[in-house]
């Protein structure tokens, strides 16, 4: 399951799913929504990993949402929803399909949007062979505050604590962790674009070959995360994320299980 693009976004449940002796379950159920499990997630990184918060909070700016807009008429246009991070080399790191999915080749416009509200334009400059793509920012004052960017890529550990940061289409966390309608702003009317926070899932790293995490706090993914980066304690992005792959019970469709895909960045600094 992918998740660069979607038109709606829907709550998933999960089960009862912690270690023997828990005290609480971490994650989401149907009567909790994104905010929720995001703020679960951080609970649980200040009692299992509390090295991680002051580690996020340096690395969350850099996090940016990515619209691709594309399929251009008269009126409107459609438009692909994603996730990706700033690198320190001012370069934004993201999975190549969210570019690409039902996209035709030409026409694109690409705005990241960053926590703070600003809206940068940006061009893909190389697309790897695995689900992972580098954009290059197009002006030359974003360029110069992206280089300030402290992110730097590592190579995955089996078992390893994580995160994953990603923002669901057209909604993001306002400033007091509350979900709101992502608004791309109106100059003439003096509307703003949406300062944003992106969504926190934990997991631990189950094959750093394939890249494939097992959640331990938050929700499933949905659309628009796919692109957002997969961090150790370190802060260094050890993978991006591409897909899903969930297990539903046949009778309500409630999630009992559910892996996240990722590349690894080993393929993309080796590819670049």
């Known amino acids: ?31 909790l929504v994104y905010e929720q499990g995001s703020a679960l997630s951080q609970e649980y990184l200040k009692k299992h990993a509390p090295e991680f918060p002051e580690m996020l909070e340096a690395i969350m700016p850099w996090v940016v949402r990515i619209e691709v807009r594309h399929s251009y008429v008269k009126n409107g246009y459609r438009s692909n929803h994603g996730t990706g ?8 790191l993201t999975a190549k399909h969210v570019l690409n999915e039902n996209a035709p080749e030409g026409g694109k416009k690409i705005l990241l949007t960053m926590t703070d509200g600003r809206v940068l334009p940006a061009e893909i400059m190389k697309e790897g062979g695995k689900d992972w793509a580098i954009l290059r920012l197009t002006r030359e004052e974003s360029q110069e505050a992206a280089i300030k960017s402290p992110v730097v890529m590592g190579n995955a550990t089996a078992k390893e604590t994580a995160v994953f940061l990603g923002y669901p289409a057209r909604l993001g966390l306002d400033e007091k962790g509350k979900v709101q309608s992502f608004h791309k702003g109106d100059g003439p009317k003096g509307i703003p674009v949406s300062k944003l926070s992106p969504l926190l899932v934990v997991a631990t790293v189950s094959d750093p070959e394939a890249m494939t995490l097992k959640p331990q706090a938050g929700f499933p993914p949905v659309g ?8 150790n304690a370190e802060g260094k992005v050890i993978g991006v994320q591409n897909s899903v792959s969930k297990t539903t019970e046949d009778s309500t469709g409630k999630v009992l299980y559910y892996t996240i895909n990722a590349t690894q960045t080993g393929e993309v600094a080796g590819d670049r």
Do not use: C
């Not at 628009?224 to 961090?231: D, R, T």
């Open 85 to 92: 991070i700033i690198l320190n080399s001012g370069r934004v």
């Open 224 to 231: 628009g995360m796919s692109g957002g980066p997969i961090l």
């Open 1 to 31: 399951m992918k998740l660069g693009m979607v038109v709606g976004v829907a709550a998933f449940s999960l089960g009862t799913w912690h270690s023997a002796g828990e005290e609480k379950p971490w994650f989401v159920d149907r009567n």
